[in-house]
């Protein structure tokens, strides 16, 4: 049994489905915090470094989490932003494969990826190219020119997953360096990052383990290349000795060297309480309670409501922990149904998304969001001019 509703502080009379996005608030997350801000900040003030074990939320917080995606203990820190672990990620790789000019990913990809390797691109000015094919071509489209490959391994948009150990095995005959992007799996789909045997592996903890607005994203790098790759961000607390002071910087051994910036304490305080609310989840058990939940919404949709468009993959084995239907109106229809209680959110051009989290969802909760879908799309509630103007965040 996965669900767990009881710990989470859900609002009543609402019906998540938008935890692919932003999970909602652990009850230990929020205790924790209080807990933290009172008695560590401000009775420990700046002892709270050594005496609360802050500068060792990093690690210790990205061993807890490594345990949903099948990495080895010393494998995974936290910190910074997703963002920041992509680029660090692909710079990594690109130095392992120095006679290679291309980075292969998907149009399906996460905007930000792309934008993080056009940076990187521009400022390394070494002719790198980056290539995109269709997410049906990426197999095909792996050669042996590619220095590196970077997919996220469930699409933002329709929630199509990647076979991820064929790819990385591909990647691997090609001579290329593989990165995932865990954003969309972690928490919601079973990951092996130690039997995938990809290089580098990245993702966000604000999704599917309810980390909180702005949680510290991670980074994976495998154990045998920890000691070796190179960090172009080379930060202070990436340092082998920080609290020495030293002008020029020395790699800490391990995994530490992928460490940046500070840690954001009070969220990393809110993760690793978040990530109580997993002790004894088998995933296996989560993906199959998540699997009959969207098999069970698209068939209560696709009876009651012909008008929307199913977007995602049919078969459950090639998507992820979301349900995507394709309305020409979706952004007006969502915020129509968000105003009756069901929450999902809407991606550009036409997209209306639905998580699925067995955690804190059931059956029960399935049913009625698809009677309030049917009311929305039946009496065209999306006409409503209050529907029609977007907001800075959709």
Avoid at 48 to 70: E, F, K, S
Avoid at 76 to 96: E, I, P, R, W
Avoid at 101 to 125: C, H, K, W
Wanted: with cysteine.
């Amino acid at each position: 049994m996965v669900l767990r509703k009881e710990l989470f502080d859900l609002p009543t009379g609402v019906i998540y489905l938008d935890g692919n996005s932003l999970g909602p608030l652990p009850r230990a997350a929020q205790a924790r915090v209080a807990q933290m801000m009172q008695d560590e900040w401000g009775q420990m003030l700046i002892r709270g470094w050594n005496a609360a074990g802050w500068m060792d939320q990093p690690g210790r917080v990205g061993d807890t989490g490594g345990r949903l995606i099948g990495a080895p203990a010393g494998t995974v820190v936290m910190g910074d932003t997703l963002s920041v672990k992509v680029y660090q990620a692909v710079a990594a790789a690109l130095n392992m494969v120095p006679e290679r000019r291309v980075i292969l990913s998907d149009t399906g990809n996460f905007p930000t990826d792309l934008y993080m390797v056009q940076g990187l691109i521009e400022a390394l000015d070494r002719g790198y190219e980056l290539r995109l094919v269709a997410p049906e071509a990426v197999a095909e489209a792996i050669t042996d020119d590619v220095a590196v490959v970077l997919l996220t391994q469930v699409d933002y948009r329709t929630g199509r997953m990647h076979d991820m150990e064929a790819l990385t095995a591909q990647a691997h005959a090609a001579g290329a360096v593989m990165v995932w992007d865990l954003a969309h799996s972690a928490g919601a789909v079973p990951v092996e990052l130690a039997t995938c045997g990809c290089a580098f592996a990245v993702g966000c903890t604000y999704k599917y383990l309810n980390g909180g607005p702005g949680a510290p994203a991670f980074i994976y790098v495998r154990a045998d290349l920890a000691n070796a790759v190179e960090p172009v961000l080379a930060g202070w607390l990436g340092h082998d000795a920080p609290f020495d002071f030293d002008l020029d910087y020395r790699p800490a051994a391990g995994i530490g060297r992928m460490r940046v910036g500070t840690p954001p304490v009070i969220q990393m305080a809110a993760l690793e309480a978040a990530l109580e609310v997993w002790e004894g989840v088998d995933m296996a058990a989560l993906r199959a309670a998540s699997v009959a939940l969207q098999e069970l919404f698209i068939a209560e949709v696709e009876a009651r409501v012909p008008a929307l468009t199913l977007a995602s993959p049919r078969a459950a084995a090639q998507r992820g922990s979301q349900v995507s239907f394709a309305f020409e109106d979706g952004y007006a229809a969502m915020q129509a149904l968000i105003a009756r209680g069901v929450i999902g959110d809407f991606r550009s051009p036409d997209i209306m998304r639905f998580g699925f989290t067995p955690l804190y969802l059931d059956e029960d909760d399935v049913r009625a969001a698809v009677d309030h879908i049917e009311a929305v799309m039946q009496d065209r509630l999306w006409d409503d001019p209050v529907y029609q103007t977007r907001a800075g965040v959709t």
